[in-house]
């Protein structure tokens, strides 16, 4: 009786259960179902043994990153930064909203922190200066998603420590795409600010540009500080994670607006992320041990020889699959429900790991872009006081464009693999 998990599962879900708990609760069912309940006993030696995995340890540290990063005074440094350099050419405060979402990403790693920040300060700034909030919610909401492709990246870790790749590898594969997509989205930008004839800064407005580097030094050097350290093998992505949060104070207290209420405030909300994000862990190693007795990944991958399908036939249907889970899911979730399942197949006819985690991770971050359920539009939406479906069609052009270069990332390889091969990462 097979199809009784999927009936648990589905209830659950509309029952508005957590994601771990319907999960592991389907999971449960299934064993039981599929007359495989004598394997339970050994459920929590597997379950621990996939959550002791170092690389993890670097997840809540750099979430404590982002935290004390958002409450330190650095995104207004980051924007001013940003503006001395790009807020007098035509749409300049748009480009400066990409820009400031780079600098971001080598802090935060997360595209949600990265939308709230700058929802917050950028859209009321941009409105201002003349953008209508459409498109100032819009270039925020597009942008955002670089902050997971841009390492470091918690979705990458993620991915690295679940399918057994090296997270410095992908780590250095998610710099070139990362950079790409803002150059794109500042292409974009500045054909639209051209046809829309939106405002160019004023002289007067713009900050000067040694005083906001200087302002800003502190902010910057953190992302090098962790990108070399890791991909020049000083430090590994933990040891960064921990270096980071404590420079994170430091800078913190270097623009003198962290209190220890903040601090207090960015433990509790590093504690409470960490637990729901090991919870889904433990669910999906459930999970993971139940597709494992079932041989199901052996079955998928004689499936798809059956099929006939080729390694970019089968990587189509696999991005299109993740696409479809990131508009409904929890990124972290989808990572961990999925990959373990549909990469393995992927990587048996020739996908190379570090190139895969790099589509999946663009792919999923594309899916908060994308209704019904997109993460990034809702924070966005309630932000910014706009309406979830005004803010969708605003989205579009920007949504079109990250599609047309996740595609161009799935033909062309080399764009994520050739800074790696270079660093000797990966043969």
Same mark, same amino acid.
């Given at each position: 009786m097979?199809?009784?998990?999927f009936?648990?599962?589905?209830?659950t879900l509309?029952s508005?259960?957590a994601?771990?708990?319907?999960?592991g609760?389907?999971?449960?069912?299934?064993?039981f179902?599929q007359?495989?309940?004598?394997?339970?006993?050994?459920?929590?030696q597997?379950?621990?043994?996939?959550?002791d995995?170092f690389?993890?340890l670097a997840?809540?540290?750099? +979430?404590l990153?982002?935290e004390?990063?958002?409450?330190?005074?650095v995104?207004?440094a980051?924007? #001013?930064?940003?503006l001395?350099?790009?807020? #007098?050419?035509?749409?300049?405060?748009a480009h400066?909203?990409?820009l400031t979402?780079v600098f971001?990403?080598?802090?935060?790693?997360?595209a949600?922190?990265d939308a709230?920040a700058?929802?917050?300060?950028?859209?009321p700034?941009?409105?201002?200066?003349?953008?209508? #909030?459409?498109?100032?919610?819009?270039?925020?909401?597009? !942008? !955002?998603?670089?902050g997971?492709?841009i390492?470091?990246?918690?979705?990458?870790i993620?991915?690295?420590a679940?399918l057994?790749?090296?997270?410095v590898?992908l780590?250095?594969?998610?710099v070139?795409?990362?950079?790409?997509l803002?150059?794109v989205?500042m292409?974009?930008n500045?054909i639209?600010?051209h046809r829309?004839?939106?405002p160019?800064?004023?002289?007067?407005?713009?900050p000067?540009?040694?005083?906001s580097?200087f302002?800003a030094l502190?902010?910057?050097?953190?992302?090098? +500080?962790i990108l070399?350290?890791?991909?020049?093998g000083?430090m590994?992505?933990?040891e960064?994670?921990?270096?980071a949060?404590?420079?994170?104070?430091?800078?913190?207290?270097?623009?003198? #607006?962290l209190?220890?209420k903040?601090?207090?405030?960015?433990?509790?909300r590093?504690?409470?992320? !960490?637990?729901?994000?090991?919870? +889904?862990?433990?669910?999906?190693?459930?999970?993971?041990?139940?597709t494992?007795v079932?041989q199901?990944?052996?079955?998928?991958a004689?499936?798809?020889?059956e099929?006939g399908?080729d390694a970019t036939?089968y990587?189509i249907v696999?991005?299109?699959?993740f696409l479809l889970?990131?508009?409904?899911m929890?990124?972290k979730a989808?990572?961990?429900?999925?990959?373990?399942?549909l990469?393995?197949?992927?990587?048996a006819?020739?996908?190379d790991?570090v190139?895969?985690?790099?589509l999946?991770?663009?792919?999923?971050?594309?899916?908060?872009?994308?209704?019904?359920?997109?993460g990034?539009?809702?924070?966005?939406?309630?932000v910014?006081?706009?309406?979830y479906w005004?803010l969708?069609?605003?989205?579009?052009?920007?949504?079109?464009?990250?599609?047309?270069l996740?595609?161009?990332?799935?033909?062309?390889?080399?764009? !994520?693999?050739?800074?790696?091969?270079?660093?000797?990462l990966?043969n």
């Open positions: 097979p199809f009784i998990p009936l648990f599962l589905l209830a509309l508005g259960s994601i771990a708990y319907f999960v609760g389907a999971t449960i069912v299934g064993f179902t007359d495989q309940a004598r394997y339970l006993a050994a459920l929590p597997r379950a621990m043994s996939q959550l995995v690389a993890f997840m809540p540290l750099f +979430i990153t982002g004390l990063m958002n409450r330190g005074g995104t207004e980051l924007i #001013r930064f940003s001395s350099m790009l807020g #007098r050419f035509k749409g300049g405060m400066v909203n990409i979402s971001f990403a080598g802090i935060s790693g997360s949600t922190a709230a700058l929802g917050n300060t950028l859209v700034e941009m409105e201002r200066q003349g953008y209508s #909030r459409d498109y100032a919610a819009a270039i925020t909401a597009a !942008s !955002s998603i670089i997971p492709i390492p470091p990246s918690i979705i990458l993620f991915y690295g679940l057994n790749t090296s997270v590898a780590f250095a594969a998610g070139v795409p990362g950079l790409l803002a150059a989205l292409v974009v500045a639209l600010a829309h004839g939106h160019g800064g004023k002289g007067s407005e713009i000067p540009f040694w005083g580097l302002q502190p902010a910057l050097a953190l992302p090098v +500080i070399s350290g890791i991909l020049f000083f590994t992505p933990a960064a994670a921990g270096v949060s404590l420079a994170a104070l430091a800078v913190g207290m270097f623009y003198g #607006r209190t220890l903040d601090v207090h405030e960015a433990l509790n590093t504690v409470i992320l !960490s637990g729901a994000v090991f919870i +889904i862990l433990v669910a999906v190693a459930t999970f993971g041990y139940l494992s079932e199901l990944p052996r079955k998928l004689e499936m798809i020889g099929i399908l036939g990587m696999l991005n299109i699959i889970a990131g508009m409904i929890d990124v989808a990572v961990a429900l999925l990959g373990p399942l990469i393995p197949p992927a990587i006819l020739g996908v790991p190139h895969m985690g790099i999946v991770g663009f792919n999923l971050t594309v899916g908060l872009l994308t209704p019904p359920l997109g990034v539009l809702l924070i966005l939406s309630t910014v006081d706009i309406g005004r969708v069609r605003a989205t579009l052009p920007f949504l079109v464009v990250e599609l047309i996740l595609g161009v990332l799935i033909y062309v390889p080399a764009i !994520s693999l050739t800074l790696p091969r270079y660093l000797g990966i």
